[in-house]
């Protein structure tokens, strides 16, 4: 797997012994240390900076940083060839889209939270604090990756524009509207476009936030690893790399839907954004579920479409879309058996092909649904099945492993 391309290329095994210094733009120390008298370099997590203020000299040599400044030290520290990709954390401040940066700002507030809270009672595999923040680059991208004792998550600003771009041709579109069941007009489409745009971003993030809690990134003695998730068809993967991947899909489809139509979101998604106080709890219901499959089929649909044939399919990082989209709605099927049993059976095959097809003619660009056409019929070929087969093989063997019996 060639998962750890930056910490093989970007940081040298001597980072302990020589760290770099603290970058002049690290957003929240360039101020202080502007004013430093004696500035030195000391632990990884420490400031180990004095500075000057009103004639007295403060020390802050022990007080640790905050994580979104080791998360922007963390891309400082690059090689040349990879900060240009990722130039560090990014200010939102600089935001040209200004309505997305409370959202923004309120989903990484909320995710941080949560998730860290689940950290304190899950006891993942993965127990470092988790970070989630946003990365300066014109690379569509989601990273996880250890440093400096953090689990952090990254997703980069030009991923977020790409997401919320989407959003507005589809809420924006009436067929999108009418497949799922509302009926909002003029600005209340606004409305659908941030339930959308909630609903993707948030599924990226818990798919990253698997990796950690899964072990993926580090434990099996690759140290600090981070995943490249929009890879449009990287090779350099296997079946197990894949099976990481579906695991990550399907424990994300189970966190979204919990979030999205049984907890916390589902108050303001149905009164809010989608005017539905007065619809019966079963619709309310089919509405979301329908917006969770479009979210995700657009997240999948926006990427180049991987090319596949029996040969390279066993070599990809991740699974090609139609396959992935595939183990999604297996995942999101078994998440309605305990409870909502009839929800699964309203997404018949036919409602989940035509929410398909919406998504895809209302995002359109390099992909669409024309070009899952060819992945899909490679899938349905003897070859495709066997692939099935055998990457199923591998994640149930996978699963295995997280929860022995
Ligand atoms: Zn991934």
Redesign the pocket.
């Known amino acids: 797997m060639k998962r750890n391309t930056i910490i093989e290329l970007g940081s040298s095994g001597s980072r302990a012994e020589n760290p770099p210094p603290i970058a002049p733009d690290s957003p929240n120390v360039a101020p202080a240390a502007s004013t430093a008298t004696n500035v030195r370099v000391g632990g990884s997590r420490s400031a180990a900076i004095k500075i000057r203020r009103h004639g007295c000299v403060i020390d802050l040599s022990e007080m640790p940083l905050p994580p979104e400044v080791l998360f922007h030290r963390y891309f400082q520290e690059l090689s040349p060839f990879w900060r240009e990709k990722y130039r560090g954390k990014h200010d939102l401040e600089a935001l040209e889209t200004l309505e997305l940066r409370p959202l923004l700002v309120a989903i990484q507030g909320a995710l941080n939270e949560g998730l860290n809270e689940e950290h304190a009672v899950r006891e993942p595999v993965d127990s470092h604090p988790f970070h989630l923040d946003y990365i300066d680059s014109t690379v569509p991208n989601a990273l ?1 990756f250890r440093h400096d004792d953090y689990a952090f998550i990254g997703i980069t600003i030009r991923l977020v524009n790409e997401l919320w771009d989407a959003s507005d041709l589809l809420g924006k579109s009436e067929v999108i509207a009418s497949l799922i069941g509302v009926r909002l007009v003029g600005e209340q489409r606004e409305a659908l476009r941030v339930v959308f745009f909630r609903t993707m971003l948030s599924f990226i993030v818990l ?2 936030w698997t ?1 950690h809690i899964h072990g993926h990134v580090g434990p099996r003695g690759l140290g600090s690893v981070h ?1 490249d ?1 929009i890879l449009d068809g990287g090779q350099g993967g296997d079946l197990e790399s894949q099976a ?2 579906v695991d ?1 899909d399907g424990y994300a489809v189970h966190l979204v839907l919990n979030n999205l139509i049984a907890g916390n979101a589902r108050a303001s998604a149905v009164t809010t954004f989608l005017k539905l106080d007065e619809q019966p709890l079963s619709v309310q219901d089919e509405v979301l579920f329908a917006c969770f499959v479009v979210a995700v089929g657009a997240f999948l649909y926006i990427r180049h479409p991987v090319t596949v044939n029996s040969a390279n399919v066993y070599t990809l990082t ?1 699974p090609p879309q139609a396959e992935r989209m595939n183990f999604i709605m297996n995942q999101a099927m078994r998440w309605c058996q305990p409870s909502r049993a009839d929800l699964a059976a309203r997404m018949a095959l036919d409602r989940f092909q035509k929410l398909m097809r919406g998504t895809a003619e209302a995002t359109p660009g390099d992909s669409g649904g024309i070009n899952w056409a060819a992945q899909t019929a490679f899938l349905m070929s003897p070859d495709g099945r066997e692939y099935n087969r055998k990457l199923n093989g591998v994640y149930q063997s996978y699963v295995q492993t997280l929860f022995p019996t």
């Open positions: 996880a798919h990253e990796h995943f998730e990481l991947e990550a991740h």
